[in-house]
């Protein structure tokens, strides 16, 4: 056995790896490897057998002694003729003196810990299937990269064990110690009913038909580029649609959701013209009142902005209740001031 080692990232030195994925395109067949380094970081390097192959068949052994008459690693017509040299130089598992060098740069997740993964082309496009220890999975487009959706086929911190991805039915298989979950890659009715929201997906699994953002293998037609005509994006935003009002006790606490679609996306909330930042939390895009008063009452929108793209994700329109238990009218107020009057009195 002979071995070569695979370089990956200059400067970070990812080192360990912990996965390795095989994808067969035209030309030949390309290695994703899922490495981490001493930061704890995460990288995916991407070789192609080839430049392998040519690694293995020409570099130079790194050893001071290499046998004469034969190079190890090339196949014989008979084994049983091969010398004790050779065999002996075999036994000790010689490395080659060149390394294999990635197709491109290493793709870097600096904030993100992955144990397995898988690859899929699809559309031209070549996409990552990466579990997180968390529990989740990411699609995650290559080139460039970008991280489409995270899936939670189970409760987080359980920890996948494996994935199997069957790329025909497009289709991943994720195994936890005591279950396995079926990520169904194709969901695009989680990107809206848009053609700008299913444009900016970049979902390859995913088209616009002209009505729903539907699967690719369902719909062979894309077109993006009249997003913009009423036609090919009907509006299922709240504008023009009258907003129902919510009434919120007096000095109570109260606070506004807004769901945030996408984590690429930025969301700010509207007073009229005034705008607020968001609140962020696990629940979506906040806006807290602490304290309902008048000057709270009236019309909110939440907004979304994405690569141009701007719509209105909720409104709601505020107004202060004014339940008779808690109004305090002149003569209420008359009735307690004169009872505090009395105690004081008394006592």
């Not at 290695?31 to 020409?58: D, K």
């Not at 939670?152 to 994720?174: C, Q």
């Not at 305090?328 to 105690?343: D, E, G, Q």
Request: include cysteine.
């Amino acid at each position: 056995m002979i071995y070569t080692r695979l370089f990956c990232g200059r400067g970070y030195e990812f080192t360990q790896m912990i996965d390795v994925a095989t994808l067969d395109t035209d030309n030949d067949s390309k290695i994703y490897v899922l490495f981490r380094n001493y930061w704890n970081m995460s990288a995916v390097c991407v070789y192609n057998m080839t430049e392998i192959s040519r690694i293995f068949s020409s570099s130079e052994f790194n050893a001071a002694k290499v046998p004469a008459n034969h190079r190890p690693g090339m196949c014989v017509s008979d084994s049983t003729r091969l010398s004790s040299e050779v065999l002996g130089f075999m036994k000790d598992r010689p490395e080659m003196k060149d390394w294999v060098m990635p197709e491109n740069g290493p793709l870097l997740f600096k904030h993100r810990h992955y144990t397995h993964i898988q690859v899929d082309r699809v559309r031209g496009h070549t996409v990552l299937l990466l579990s997180l220890e968390s529990g989740g999975v990411h699609k995650v487009l290559e080139e460039p990269v970008f991280v489409i959706a995270e899936y939670l086929p189970f409760p987080r911190g359980t920890h996948i064990t494996s994935m199997l991805l069957d790329a025909s039915e497009r289709r991943l298989y994720v195994s936890s110690s005591n279950e396995v979950a079926q990520i169904d890659l194709q969901r695009c009715h989680v990107y809206g009913d848009e053609c700008n929201e299913c444009r900016l997906s970049r979902d390859p699994y995913c088209v616009w038909d002209g009505l729903h953002c539907t699967s690719s293998a369902k719909s062979p037609f894309q077109d993006f580029t009249n997003c913009n005509k009423p036609e090919a994006a009907p509006s299922k935003t709240e504008n023009g649609l009258k907003t129902p009002v919510t009434r919120v006790p007096p000095s109570s606490k109260h606070f506004l959701l807004c769901p945030m679609t996408s984590h690429h996306a930025t969301y700010h909330w509207y007073r009229g013209k005034t705008r607020e930042e968001c609140v962020h939390s696990e629940l979506g895009c906040l806006y807290l009142i602490y304290s309902m008063n008048k000057t709270h009452e009236g019309e909110y929108s939440c907004e979304s902005s994405e690569e141009g793209y701007t719509r209105t994700v909720r409104q709601y329109k505020l107004s202060m209740s004014h339940s008779e238990a808690l109004r305090l009218t002149p003569a209420l107020l008359l009735m307690l001031t004169a009872s505090h009057v009395l105690l004081n009195i008394l006592h």
